[in-house]
C-alpha cells in the first residue's frame, strides 16, 4: 500500500452464538474512505463491499480490496489490504456447508431479479401505450449504486411514515403540496414495498392528486419485488457538542471584541442575555423540523426578554444558522451579512453584547449550527 498504514477496527456480531442466522442475513462490509480537509469539507475517496463468507468456516480472511469511484464505478481509486478476523473462534462451520448456501442464495436472487426485469420491461411498454407523453416522464424502475450495480429503486430505501411532503434533499427543508416551491412534475412515487407511475393527464407537481388507489391516476407495478440487498444504517454523530460550542463561542466572541476595537467601541457581554437566546434558536431549529411558520422571535422569548431587559432600554437580535462548525467561516460569514454588522457595532449607553451557540446533530454528519448576536442598550431621551 502507499502509503503504508495500520488500522484497527472492531465490530460486534449480533448473535454470533448462531453462525446460520448470521450467514442468512449474508452480512458484509460497506467500507467508505472519505478525505476531510481543514475546513471540514468531505471528500470520497472511494467506496467498496467486503464479504465475510469465509469468516464463517476459517474464522480469518485476508484480500486485497479494490476502492471503487463512485462517479465512475468502472475506475479504481486505491487498493487496500484487509485482513479480517474473527474472535474467538468458536462454532465455526464447515466450509462446504457455507459456500453451497451463498451459491444456492446468490441463484435465487439473480434468477428473481431476471424475472423482475422481464416484467418491468412489459410494465414500461404497457405505461407508454397509455399516453404517447410518458415517453417524457421522470420514471426511473431502476437505479444504479455506488458500485456499479442495477436494482430496483425499491430497494435504495428504508420504511418511512409521512404525508405528502417534499424534501429539499440539499437543504432538507420541506414543503406542503400548495406551498411555495420549486418543485416541477411528479413522474413517480414509490417506497420500499411498491413501485407506482404518475398516469395523470397533467404530471405537475402543485396539482398531482396522491390517491394511489385510484388506478385512472396511478400505475402499479404489482410484481414481486426482488428482496432488498442494501443495508442501509445511519451513522450517528461523533461530534462533541459541548466542546465544539464553547470553542466557536470563544473564537467569536473574541473576533466580535477586535472588530468593536477596530471601530473604537469597548465591549462587554451579559451571560444570562446569552442564555435567553438560546431559548430563541431552539425554537427557531424546532420550527424548521416541525415545517411550521413562526417569527424570528416568539412569543415566549418576547416575554423573556421584557422581563430581563431594564425599563429604558432596547434589545437587537439576528439568528443564523450555518450547516457546519467551523468558526473562521462562521465568522466570517456572519461579518458580510448588514443585520449582523448593525448588531455587533451597536453603540450608545450601557451597551452589553451576548453570543448564543447551539449545534444540533443529526446523523450521517449532518447538523445545525445556530449563531445568535444580540445587544441591549440604553434609549437616548
Known sequence: ???????????????QSDFQILIEQNPQIHLVLVQKDLTEKIKVIGVANISLRA??????????????DPLNPE???????ITIELNPKANLLQKEHVEYHFSRQDKLVSGQFSRYLMFAKQWWN??????????????????????????????FIHPTQSNVT?????????????????????GCCFNNTSFHANIQVRDSADQ?????????????????????????????????????EEEIHFEIRQAIEYFRQDHHLGTVFD???????????????????????????????????KQYIPEGHTFKGFP?????????????????????????????????????????????GVLACWVMIGSRSLIYA
Open 1 to 15: 500500500m502507499n502509503p503504508s498504514s495500520l488500522i484497527l477496527w472492531y465490530f460486534a456480531l449480533t448473535q
Open 55 to 68: 469468516i464463517f468456516y476459517c474464522g480469518r480472511q485476508s484480500s486485497l480490496v479494490e476502492l471503487h
Open 75 to 81: 475506475l479504481i481509486t486505491g487498493v487496500l489490504d
Open 126 to 155: 404497457d405505461y407508454l401505450q397509455i399516453r404517447s407523453s410518458h415517453s417524457t416522464r421522470l420514471v426511473k424502475i431502476f437505479a444504479n449504486n455506488e458500485m456499479g450495480k442495477r436494482a430496483p429503486v425499491t430497494n
Open 166 to 186: 417534499f424534501w429539499e434533499s440539499l437543504t432538507g427543508l420541506r414543503y406542503n403540496q400548495k406551498d411555495v416551491h420549486h418543485f416541477k412534475s411528479v
Open 208 to 244: 398531482t392528486s396522491f390517491n394511489f388507489k385510484n388506478s385512472s391516476q396511478w400505475k402499479l407495478l404489482d410484481h414481486k419485488l426482488p428482496s432488498s440487498t442494501v443495508n442501509i444504517k445511519l451513522l450517528p454523530t461523533t461530534l462533541n457538542v459541548e466542546d465544539l
Open 271 to 305: 451571560e444570562k442575555l446569552e442564555l435567553l437566546q438560546g431559548q430563541c434558536v431552539w425554537n427557531l431549529e424546532n420550527a424548521k423540523l416541525s415545517n411550521l411558520n413562526t417569527t424570528i422571535f416568539g412569543d415566549d422569548f418576547q416575554m423573556g426578554i
Open 320 to 364: 443564523h444558522c450555518f450547516n457546519h462548525v467551523h468558526s473562521q467561516r462562521i465568522i466570517s460569514g456572519l461579518m458580510k451579512i448588514k443585520q449582523c454588522r448593525d448588531v455587533v457595532l451597536t453603540r450608545g449607553d450601557m451597551v452589553r453584547l451576548a453570543i448564543k451557540v447551539s449545534i444540533f446533530p443529526y446523523c450521517e
